[in-house]
């Protein structure tokens, strides 16, 4: 068995940069999810045919893997005249299969709250609109939290497959070095932490998050 | 908390004023699906007038308070707010709600603001005012109701009383000339109704124009103007409290204010 760690040192400023476009691949494929999540949950509480449209669109991005839909991006699209650099391909791919996953988080979270929330924010006068943004979303995305943290993480971790379409991101730099060096293990066990650190970290933050805001909600200002 | 009572304004005085239809309502019906929860309601609410709805639950008295600010659609019938008729259509129906508050049986207090922020939502949110005078008017309501000390306390603290009397405090600060009541105390433990009824009886005196559903018949006696009795969506009798708790005509009338004293 020929196993050295010693070799990892020497590439770490490498791997650390392909960490650092997951990060960004991540985070900005979940912010695009979070907002066609929104809209996605929005259409579909509505009385209105744009629910048979977010319908549509989650069947459709949940019922095939995310790779067909970045090779369809990057690959297919060209074909029809419209061409993505790997990173917009990467950051739209992401965000339409988290937005499809989030938009059911998100219809959970809002129906969750009672409609007499509604009802009181109404008879104030505030519109249907208002009470949406200021009364129920507020609330929703508290709710949502948990889930909304779950689907970053998941993100992050689905972002490896982005290598496959030429990102230079965490796992590709990894497989670059592998194969170079030929210390597999090495390079794909680093890989792992980092991910795994990464991930870890990300839970935390969400933990303290959540308990600041239950902590708001039921102690402050006595 | 303490407010000293003061006396109802005596009948006289109220007949002194021209008396102006605050709430007018014309052949009310109601359907909820194939079931009919309000069939056919006449009915007139003053300027400065008390009412107070009884009867048994499902007899459509709350589903009546609901219609009168549009948290239900009419299936027949015209509702005028101070000479304004309730339509559906939302941009009318929202100048109606900010003249007509409503407090729920359940509070329905906003549990990510605190007091302060759930008294100023509506004010700054819909009236446009500026936050400090805002701010202002809601630390005067809360005086008021007794609950300044709460006001950065969210609602998740708050006892039941409490929490119902912010929720009048926060109808309050859109400075409606109708203020609904549906139930206000039910959800309540019996040592924290008198706090709320207090509170209702002061806005009574105030000249509030008010309309209230509610199983105190204490609260009714004392304070309504009118008392109408609600069994299957119709009004089988109104009257005085006098009247209605003291010499009922009709005959179920008799037989739910009997079941009542047992």
């Not at chain 2, 006289?12 to 009310?28: F, R, T, W, Y």
């Amino acid at each position: 068995m020929n196993l050295d760690f010693s070799i990892i040192p020497k590439y770490l400023p490498f791997l650390l940069q392909g960490a650092g476009l997951t990060i960004e691949l991540a985070v900005l494929g979940i912010a695009f999810g979070i907002l066609l999540g929104l809209v996605a949950a929005l259409m579909k509480i509505s009385h209105t045919p744009l629910r048979y449209i977010a319908h549509f669109y989650i069947w459709l991005i949940r019922g095939t893997p995310l790779l067909v839909q970045l090779f369809l991006i990057y690959f297919g699209l060209p074909q029809l005249g419209i061409t993505l650099s790997a990173f917009a391909s990467s950051v739209i791919g992401l965000g339409i299969n988290s937005g499809a996953y989030l938009a059911e988080v998100f219809r959970g979270g809002i129906e969750a709250i009672p409609e007499g929330q509604t009802e009181a924010s109404l008879s104030l006068g505030m519109g249907k609109f208002l009470t949406m943004r200021r009364i129920i979303f507020p609330q929703a995305l508290r709710i949502s939290i948990p889930s909304l943290g779950n689907q970053f993480i998941i993100t992050l971790k689905d972002s490896s497959l982005c290598s496959v379409i030429t990102m230079s991101d965490l796992l590709q730099t990894s497989q670059r070095f592998a194969s170079r060096t030929f210390a597999s293990l090495e390079f794909y066990t680093a890989a792992a932490v980092l991910y795994l650190l990464m991930t870890t970290v990300i839970s935390a933050l969400l933990r303290s998050l959540e308990w600041r805001l239950s902590r708001e909600s039921r102690t402050r200002g006595n | 908390m303490n407010l000293a009572y003061i006396p109802k304004k005596s009948k006289v005085d109220n007949l002194s004023l021209p008396e102006k239809s605050m709430i007018n309502v014309k052949g009310l019906v109601k359907d909820f699906g194939k079931n009919r929860v309000i069939d056919g309601i006449d009915a007139t609410v003053s300027a400065g007038e008390v009412v107070v709805l009884i009867g048994a639950s499902g007899s459509g008295k709350s589903t009546f308070l609901r219609c009168l600010n549009g948290l239900e659609t009419l299936t027949a019938g015209e509702i005028l707010i101070d000479s304004v008729p309730l339509e559906s259509k939302s941009s009318s129906l929202k100048l109606i709600r900010r003249q007509v508050g409503m407090v729920f049986q359940q509070f329905n207090l906003f549990p990510h603001l605190t007091v302060l922020e759930n008294v100023i939502e509506a004010p700054v949110h819909v009236l446009n005012q500026k936050k400090d005078i805002a701010v202002k008017a809601a630390r005067e309501l809360l005086t008021k109701v007794g609950l300044l000390d709460k006001q950065n306390c969210y609602p998740g603290t708050l006892s039941g009383g409490q929490g119902q009397r912010v929720a009048i405090a926060r109808a309050l600060a859109m400075h409606p000339k109708i203020m609904l009541f549906d139930e206000p105390t039910s959800a309540l433990d019996p040592e924290l109704v008198g706090e709320v009824l207090t509170v209702m009886k002061q806005l009574a005196e105030d000249g509030m124009t008010m309309v209230v559903v509610t199983h105190e018949m204490g609260f009714a006696r004392e304070v309504a103007d009118r008392v109408i009795f609600i069994d299957e969506g119709r009004i089988v009798e109104e009257g005085s409290p006098i009247q209605i708790f003291s010499n009922p005509q009709e005959k179920r009338t008799q037989a739910f204010l009997g079941r009542l004293s047992h």
